[in-house]
């Protein structure tokens, strides 16, 4: 039992896991003391900062990680420093294009914005030129397998943010300024220290070509229409509610998305192991083997996770308190809304994920712009109807049930799919991973007593 421990602690598909639960972990931490310090228009105002450099940080990572793990993994050296040298290429063009359209937008609209959004877009560009190098090695990182690097990465940036906001809070100096000034600090020493350990390959820029970052371009202009669609929907809500209703909205509709990370470590983990399956299976132009591969995971997910959101539903309000403050307690009915409409994120994800591995991104990307379009329709429709910020979940809820829709009646038309067989081989799965579970720790008990 031992020995099996020490194996799956020492394996990717842990470390991958790992490192996104540290992300959430000093996330939470981080999010729960901000939430408590800051005013609600303040917090509002923040969660509208992140969310936009994380619109940019989206499209850059979407324009290169794919096609640097495509490209790079697996390939000569000479190769691989030709990849890495060109995305090197692209991605400073990208970055500095931010920081210069940045420092427009700031002086085309500066009567437009407020003291506080004046600050804010002076440092946007500047960030993304402070996370670069951080991001750039997770990317190599990832391609090489070595997910346990991404880890002490991930912990270098989530931990010292933490960290310098824990000393501005015991010096009371906790505000905006400060807190972007720590968001920025924390970015600048993970960027640091992984030109420090090498893992960043900056100096293959040397080594670039013309061919390589054609293709890495065309590659990743597919990926980032889905992915910048995604990042928008929840960008999308908190522009309509800070612009047709308030700052302190915004702040009350940011809780639970913090919820929600509990469904999304899960989705991101299983997304990580089904898409090698899924994309084997369709490189052998294997379609039963696919839509088994479909069926096995979106079930198995689904199932998994409804405990959680049972358990979520239950506790909604202390859990609430412990994360934010009784103030944030109108944020009740919002969280019931997203966690009921959580058990249709698997089957909307693992649509995604198969489009993508049977060769058709373009439906996939179809489907989540529509999803995004009926989104802000019907987030400006209802708080326009109601003004209630309940509305704006209820528009989300809508657009994930058109999502799964829409996607799985394009699926259905190259893979033979169906709502039964999802669930009879999710129920399947979870029946083997019970009982591969029980007779481990029988297995243990065993060995136990035999050494007694």
């Known amino acids: 039992m031992a020995f099996g421990l020490a194996n799956a602690i020492r394996s990717r598909h842990f470390h991958s896991l790992l490192g996104n639960v540290v992300t959430a972990f000093f996330n939470v931490l981080s999010f729960a003391m901000l939430v408590r310090i800051l005013s609600l228009t303040a917090f509002g105002e923040w969660v509208l900062f992140i969310a936009t450099y994380n619109i940019l940080d989206q499209i850059r990572t979407g324009?290169?990680?794919?096609?640097?793990?495509?490209?790079?993994?697996g390939v000569e050296e000479e190769t691989?420093?030709?990849?890495?040298?060109a995305a090197w290429y692209i991605s400073l063009l990208v970055t500095m294009a931010y920081v210069l359209v940045s420092f427009i937008v700031l002086a085309a609209a500066y009567p437009y914005f407020n003291a506080t959004w004046h600050f804010f877009l002076t440092w946007l560009g500047i960030l993304t030129l402070l996370s670069l190098p951080m991001n750039f090695a997770t990317w190599i990182l990832q391609a090489e397998h070595r997910f346990d690097k991404i880890v002490l990465v991930r912990l270098m940036q989530n931990g010292s943010f933490l960290v310098i906001l824990s000393v501005l809070f015991l010096?009371?100096?906790?505000?905006?300024?400060?807190?972007?000034?720590a968001y920025s600090a924390s970015m600048a020493i993970s960027s640091i220290y992984c030109l420090l350990r090498k893992w960043t390959r900056i100096r293959s820029i040397w080594f670039r070509t013309k061919t390589q970052a054609m293709q890495l371009y065309r590659f990743g202009r597919m990926i980032v229409g889905s992915m910048v669609s995604s990042t928008l929907l929840s960008y999308s809500d908190n522009l309509v509610i800070r612009t047709m209703m308030n700052p302190a909205a915004v702040a009350l509709y940011s809780i639970p998305q913090k919820f929600m990370e509990v469904i999304e470590i899960i989705l991101r983990s299983f997304v990580a192991t089904a898409q090698p399956t899924l994309s084997a299976a369709a490189n052998r132009n294997d379609y039963r083997a696919v839509a088994v591969a479909f069926a096995r995971y979106t079930g198995?997910?689904?199932i998994i996770i409804i405990p959680f959101i049972i358990g979520l539903l239950l506790l909604t309000q202390p859990l609430i308190i412990l994360l934010a403050d009784k103030a944030y307690l109108d944020a009740t009915d919002i969280v019931r809304i997203f966690l009921l409409s959580a058990i249709f994120w698997p089957i909307d994800r693992f649509i995604g994920v198969t489009l993508d591995m049977i060769n058709l991104p373009n439906i996939n990307f179809y489907k989540n712009f529509l999803k995004l379009v009926l989104n802000i329709a019907c987030d400006?429709?209802?708080?326009?109807?109601?003004?209630?910020?309940?509305s704006v979940a209820l528009a989300s809820f809508v657009n994930v049930l058109f999502a799964v829709a829409f996607g799985y009646y394009f699926l259905q038309k190259r893979v033979d799919i169906s709502v039964k067989n999802i669930w009879l081989f999710g129920w399947a799965e979870c029946k083997i991973i019970f009982?591969?579970?029980r007779a481990a720790l029988g297995a243990g008990k065993t060995q136990e007593s035999n050494s007694n």
């Open 80 to 85: 691989g420093k030709q990849v890495t040298g």
């Open 300 to 302: 198995t997910v689904s």
């Open 171 to 181: 010096l009371k100096q906790v505000n905006l300024p400060n807190v972007l000034y």
């Open 435 to 437: 009982n591969k579970i």
């Open 380 to 390: 400006i429709l209802f708080v326009w109807l109601f003004t209630d910020i309940r």
């Open 63 to 73: 324009l290169l990680q794919s096609g640097i793990i495509k490209f790079y993994a």
